[in-house]
């Protein structure tokens, strides 16, 4: 069987970010906002009265200290709460085409790649931007790949499923070399008028080129030894917008049509699931924790990772097993274990072995295993 190397990685990070402080600022003059317009419902007990927040239940509750979003002026209106992202005419690049392309080139310089080598392409996230064309044949065309591309949704943990798919079709001889791209646009999703979830989120595109050992000649390249996926349903975490909306004009616009979440519930319920797949995972390739070296989680919340990382280690992981990038980037759906990986693995030596993982939505859960060549 073809070995499979992840042979490159990309990062683009938008100009803007939002401290914790600046969105307490504009939700707490959203908050006396609304108070002020509906005082007389309020007192007749008709709505009810929201409250105000502050910066350190945020990095309490998440460890989220601040997050890079496409567009700062429109989320910190209080008039607005939401990004200012201006519509594109057909003949221009998508926003995600254009996040993935910055994104993509940093990749291929890593592998010693150009896009004439690229001969499929996955782009792997929450939310596509429209419906068709994909928006991976978009971006297979940007960069001047061959082959074939296409799209997949499976939320939070869309870049590890999409990570295995790729490895498959490389063993399989279906691709050679193949492109996964995240590009994440969350704050397009997000309820930033929420107080329990409009901390969460920031905007962020991560690119993984993987191909066959045989054809790579990026020295510091890591092999995929082993990949593991898991789904199971639950509405814990749910978006239901989607083109169907139209058909009922009376949910135009309602909460459920953007990101919520019972948080609580899934940490009760998605820590065990997670640290109990990455333990059986080590197990099924004779494996043991102890041989991790780097565990790249899914930075949705410090508390979960280090829950997560205790159990399969059996011990308090320090910051270097298990490093975070959620403090500054917050979650990026997808990307999120991606980043991690991307940031914090050329300190590791040749046959260490570490874990991307993520988990999210659906529940869904995967596990990519990987050892320093």
Same mark, same amino acid.
């Given at each position: 069987?073809?070995?499979?190397?992840?042979? +490159?990685t990309g990062l683009f990070t938008p100009q803007e970010s939002i401290t914790n402080e600046e969105l307490m600022d504009s939700f707490n003059a959203y908050v006396e906002l609304f108070n002020t317009n509906n005082a007389q419902a309020i007192e007749r007990g008709d709505v009810s009265a929201l409250k105000t927040s502050f910066p350190e239940f945020i990095e309490k509750a998440s460890g989220i200290k601040s997050r890079y979003v496409i567009n700062k002026a429109g989320i910190l209106d209080p008039h607005r709460m939401y990004p200012i992202i201006a519509d594109r005419s057909d003949d221009?690049?998508? =926003?995600? *085409?254009?996040? !993935?392309?910055?994104?993509?080139?940093? !990749?291929?310089a890593k592998a010693g790649k150009t896009g004439a080598d690229i001969d499929a392409v996955i782009v792997a996230c929450s939310?596509?931007?429209? !419906?068709?064309?994909?928006?991976?044949?978009?971006?297979?065309?940007?960069? +001047? !790949?061959?082959g074939f591309a296409f799209d997949m949704n499976v939320a939070c943990s869309s870049a590890t499923f999409g990570l295995q798919t790729a490895a498959d079709m490389i063993r399989s001889g279906s691709a050679k070399c193949v492109l996964m791209v995240n590009p994440e646009i969350c704050s397009g999703h997000l309820e930033w008028r929420?107080?329990? *979830?409009?901390?969460?989120?920031?905007?962020? *595109?991560?690119?993984?080129?993987?191909?066959?050992?045989? /054809? *790579?000649?990026?020295?510091?390249?890591?092999?995929?030894? +082993? /990949?593991?996926?898991?789904?199971?349903?639950?509405n814990n975490i749910r978006n239901n917008f989607g083109f169907l909306n139209r058909c009922d004009e009376e949910g135009v616009g309602k909460r459920d049509k953007l990101f919520r979440q019972e948080g609580r519930k899934v940490f009760k319920e998605v820590c065990p699931m997670v640290a109990e797949q990455?333990?059986?995972? =080590?197990?099924?390739?004779? =494996?043991?924790?102890?041989?991790?070296?780097?565990?790249w989680l899914h930075q949705a919340n410090s508390n979960m990772n280090a829950l997560i990382a205790r159990k399969v280690?059996?011990?308090?992981?320090?910051?270097?097993?298990?490093? /975070?990038?959620?403090?500054t980037y917050a979650n990026t759906s997808s990307a999120g274990s991606i980043i991690a990986f991307h940031l914090h693995n050329q300190d590791l030596a040749s046959g260490d072995v570490g874990v991307i993982c993520s988990f999210g939505a659906g529940y869904s859960i995967g596990s990519v295993i990987v050892k320093k060549r």
């Amino acid at each position: 069987m073809k070995k499979v190397v992840i042979s +490159g990685t990309g990062l683009f990070t938008p100009q803007e970010s939002i401290t914790n402080e600046e969105l307490m600022d504009s939700f707490n003059a959203y908050v006396e906002l609304f108070n002020t317009n509906n005082a007389q419902a309020i007192e007749r007990g008709d709505v009810s009265a929201l409250k105000t927040s502050f910066p350190e239940f945020i990095e309490k509750a998440s460890g989220i200290k601040s997050r890079y979003v496409i567009n700062k002026a429109g989320i910190l209106d209080p008039h607005r709460m939401y990004p200012i992202i201006a519509d594109r005419s057909d003949d221009e690049q998508s =926003l995600q *085409c254009e996040m !993935a392309v910055k994104a993509v080139q940093e !990749a291929l310089a890593k592998a010693g790649k150009t896009g004439a080598d690229i001969d499929a392409v996955i782009v792997a996230c929450s939310n596509m931007q429209r !419906a068709y064309p994909a928006m991976s044949i978009e971006i297979q065309n940007a960069i +001047g !790949a061959k082959g074939f591309a296409f799209d997949m949704n499976v939320a939070c943990s869309s870049a590890t499923f999409g990570l295995q798919t790729a490895a498959d079709m490389i063993r399989s001889g279906s691709a050679k070399c193949v492109l996964m791209v995240n590009p994440e646009i969350c704050s397009g999703h997000l309820e930033w008028r929420d107080r329990d *979830c409009h901390f969460i989120f920031g905007d962020v *595109c991560t690119t993984v080129i993987l191909e066959s050992e045989e /054809t *790579c000649t990026n020295p510091q390249a890591w092999e995929v030894i +082993g /990949t593991k996926l898991q789904t199971q349903f639950s509405n814990n975490i749910r978006n239901n917008f989607g083109f169907l909306n139209r058909c009922d004009e009376e949910g135009v616009g309602k909460r459920d049509k953007l990101f919520r979440q019972e948080g609580r519930k899934v940490f009760k319920e998605v820590c065990p699931m997670v640290a109990e797949q990455i333990t059986q995972h =080590l197990g099924e390739l004779d =494996l043991q924790a102890s041989q991790l070296k780097r565990m790249w989680l899914h930075q949705a919340n410090s508390n979960m990772n280090a829950l997560i990382a205790r159990k399969v280690l059996d011990r308090d992981p320090s910051p270097e097993e298990s490093p /975070t990038i959620l403090d500054t980037y917050a979650n990026t759906s997808s990307a999120g274990s991606i980043i991690a990986f991307h940031l914090h693995n050329q300190d590791l030596a040749s046959g260490d072995v570490g874990v991307i993982c993520s988990f999210g939505a659906g529940y869904s859960i995967g596990s990519v295993i990987v050892k320093k060549r």
